[in-house]
């Protein structure tokens, strides 16, 4: 079951989606669909209007501009024993010139037996993918934010094929609602062999509503080249533990990868967050892909010449961070 799963996921991730499915079309890099950090991915990887700190890179680059000081996350996610993926990034607030943001993913599927076109044996191939990448983001106002970020995309199968592309985001608040829009993957395909695949490019439209000061609810739409429209829907719970941290529950589901069958699409997980340092876990259903398992931990920090008092994560506009964080 174990090699099963992981020619499965193999498969999915690391060969172009027309190879799979007639009706895909041909797309490289699925591995970019991915969730990037352990809180989205326990609400079902929607939050595009909402998404926060570094890991906002690979989401919504805009989400960078509520980084308030400094912000450094680590996921690490665990796939049918043998793959294993890793998401790193780090994000700076600068005094006059917005945020700044890096990130890198890393994807591994292990060792795997290779053959030549009769079936024997020809050694083993450890596949691998990775994406390089760089973003900043700033406030146009009180309410709204605009971002972007490029990268280097390079898989590696048989042959290395690597790529360049961009991403634009943009978030809004509008009375109690946060929106957000996100266009990812836009630039060249990956080019196997002889035959070049363009990258999964994915249009994101989000909905982030609070209810109360504890409760908050996130819905995504996602039109990506080569698969059908999918959507993400999820909700977080905000318990205080005490007056230096809190406990999130999460939960969400989405039709990403309704094609896999079985059960498939579900997320749950938790978070407990202090003031510097939160640590994550969710675990999200894929059907005969079996389940993921997503741990992630997360330091934020002051930067010199910022005061920060009375930190509120979902503030009620803008407007009010004026008066909680200031330059001395």
């Known amino acids: 079951?174990?090699?099963?799963?992981?020619?499965?996921?193999?498969?999915?991730?690391?060969?172009?989606?027309?190879?799979?499915?007639?009706?895909?079309?041909?797309?490289?890099?699925?591995?970019?669909?991915l969730p990037p950090a352990a809180a989205g991915a326990g609400m079902g990887d929607a939050g595009v209007?909402?998404?926060?700190?570094?890991?906002?890179?690979f989401v919504n680059p805009a989400g960078l501009a509520g980084v308030k000081g400094g912000y450094a996350s680590f996921s690490h996610s665990s796939w049918a024993d043998s793959l294993t993926y890793n998401v790193v990034?780090?994000?700076?607030?600068?005094?006059?010139?917005?945020?700044?943001?890096?990130?890198?993913?890393?994807?591994s599927y292990g060792e795997m037996a290779a053959m030549d076109n009769t079936g024997a044996a020809a050694g083993s191939l450890s596949p691998r993918d990775m994406s390089a990448e760089a973003g900043w983001a700033t406030d146009l106002d009180w309410d709204s934010s605009l971002g972007f970020s490029f990268k280097y995309v390079s898989s590696r199968i048989l042959r290395r094929a690597t790529?360049?592309?961009?991403?634009?985001?943009?978030?809004?608040?509008?009375?109690?609602?946060?929106?957000?829009?996100?266009?990812?993957?836009?630039?060249?395909?990956?080019?196997?062999?002889?035959?070049?695949?363009?990258?999964?490019?994915n249009l994101k439209l989000g909905l982030g509503v609070p209810f109360g000061r504890n409760l908050l609810g996130v819905f995504d739409l996602n039109v990506t080249r080569g698969a059908s429209p999918w959507v993400a829907a999820g909700a977080k719970y905000t318990l205080p533990v005490r007056d230096d941290m809190a406990m999130s529950l999460r939960a969400g589901y989405n039709?990403?990868?309704?094609?896999?069958?079985?059960?498939?699409?579900?997320?749950?997980?938790?978070?407990?967050?202090?003031?510097?340092?939160?640590l994550d876990y969710a675990l999200r259903t894929m059907g005969e892909l079996g389940i993921t398992h997503h741990l992630g931990l997360s330091f934020k920090w002051d930067m010199p010449g910022l005061k920060v008092t009375n930190v509120r994560e979902y503030p009620?506009?803008?407007?009010?961070q004026k008066k909680t964080f200031r330059f001395k």
């Open 1 to 33: 079951m174990k090699n099963r799963n992981t020619i499965l996921i193999a498969l999915w991730l690391a060969l172009p989606a027309g190879a799979l499915a007639a009706d895909n079309g041909t797309v490289s890099g699925l591995f970019l669909r």
């Open 255 to 278: 039709t990403a990868s309704a094609d896999t069958g079985g059960v498939n699409g579900f997320a749950a997980g938790f978070g407990l967050a202090g003031e510097r340092l939160a």
């Open 163 to 201: 790529s360049f592309a961009a991403d634009i985001g943009y978030m809004k608040r509008a009375g109690n609602a946060f929106f957000g829009a996100a266009l990812q993957n836009s630039g060249s395909g990956l080019k196997y062999g002889d035959e070049a695949y363009p990258l999964p490019l």
């Open 89 to 107: 990034s780090a994000a700076v607030k600068t005094k006059n010139s917005g945020v700044f943001g890096v990130g890198l993913r890393y994807l």
């Open 49 to 57: 209007a909402v998404v926060a700190g570094s890991p906002a890179i």
């Open 316 to 320: 009620p506009a803008r407007r009010e």
